[in-house]
């Protein structure tokens, strides 16, 4: 996207100060997350898209909240949707037959949300979610390097919610891609448990990826995934920064929660209860067909992007591969995974 975007801001106007004071904040949130020239690009056509017509700081955020709610509910929503009922066929297939289904958070928010509709007790299956990242398992990340500062904890942490090595198989949904944190905890942490992850979208072959399926269906390039997942982010910003440190008060340890800037926390809002309510419309299944034809929209839309450099919600093109993803799959053990 090689088109600059200006919006006129009236230094003297307090609510239009606060507006650009924000919108710099989630700017510098989302270039940790995906790389300053993506942030850059996608924030000031989101800007643009959202227009210069508002007459207070009130009004500027609830117009960005009906268009990620709107995102939510009709864009991602019903892939979600499908995305879960993949899940729960996959499962039954590693002979998971009920119980707990982790969620790791914060990336797999949009999912765990929409589980908590789909699965309200009427399925085998309930959603646990679980925070789960790279620094706080001692993994680097070459986008956003964080140093983590979990004092020895997580062991304890992952106990509580339910992730011991006790030999019950594990259920554990992620938005992909790599499976650095699937091999750091199951090496260091669930070493005699089955673990069963599954992927929005997966680069690793030895881990299933509900994206890398329908692509094939939809014969769209594997490589979209990418943008999809990167897209995500975009689309439901965090409400939290990435956690990567426990509080410690006498006796108990709790993992420290810091909120995000202004904007991500009430447009992901938004954007989440969309996805709750396309869960809700979708409560008895989504079929394969829709499943296809909301892919190749989304897909749609990130041509429209990348044609036109303007805002339509997907992003035009991904954040650099991981440079050693490769030499990372090639060390991986074959029977790591069930």
């Known amino acids: 996207m090689n088109k600059e975007y ?33 942030a850059q690009e996608y924030i000031g056509s ?20 009906g268009v990620h709610r709107k995102l939510g509910r009709e864009v991602y929503g019903p892939l979600i949707v499908g995305f879960l009922g993949w899940v729960e066929r996959e499962l039954a297939k590693k002979q998971v037959a009920e119980g707990p289904v982790h969620f790791a958070l914060r990336d797999a928010w949009p999912f765990y949300t929409a589980a908590h509709v789909l699965w309200d007790g009427s399925s085998v299956y309930y959603p646990v979610g679980t925070y789960l990242n790279r620094p706080l398992l001692g993994i680097e990340d070459e986008i956003a390097p964080e140093n983590a500062h979990a004092n020895g904890f997580v062991l304890e942490y992952l106990q509580k919610n339910g992730i011991k090595d006790n030999g019950k198989p594990i259920a554990l949904v992620d938005s992909g891609a790599w499976g650095t944190v699937i091999r750091a905890l199951k090496e ?21 990826g509900f994206l890398n399926d329908v692509l094939h269906d939809a014969s769209l390039p594997l490589e979209f995934g990418e943008v999809l997942n990167d897209s995500m982010e975009c689309v439901f910003p965090q409400g939290y920064r990435r956690p990567v440190a426990f509080n410690i008060d006498g006796s108990t340890r709790t993992l420290v929660l ?81």
């Open 6 to 38: 200006h919006v006129l801001w009236d230094q003297k106007d307090k609510e239009t100060y606060r507006v650009r004071t924000e919108v710099q904040q989630m700017t510098n949130q989302f270039a940790r997350e995906l790389t300053p020239s993506l």
């Open 46 to 65: 989101l800007v643009n898209h959202i227009g210069p017509e508002y007459h207070s700081y009130e009004q500027f955020v609830e117009k960005g909240k």
């Open 188 to 208: 260091s942490h669930v070493s005699h448990t089955p673990l069963v992850p599954l992927f929005w979208y997966s680069h690793n072959p030895y881990i299933k």
């Open 258 to 338: 810091e909120k995000s800037d202004p904007l991500s926390v009430a447009w992901g809002q938004a954007a989440l209860e969309g996805v709750a309510e396309a869960a809700h419309r979708y409560k008895d299944g989504i079929s394969h067909e829709e499943v296809i034809k909301s892919l190749e929209h989304v897909h749609a839309l990130s041509e429209m992007a990348k044609q036109t450099s303007e805002w339509t919600g997907v992003l035009p093109t991904h954040t650099p591969t991981w440079s050693k993803g490769d030499e990372f799959l090639a060390a991986w053990p074959e029977n790591l995974l069930p």
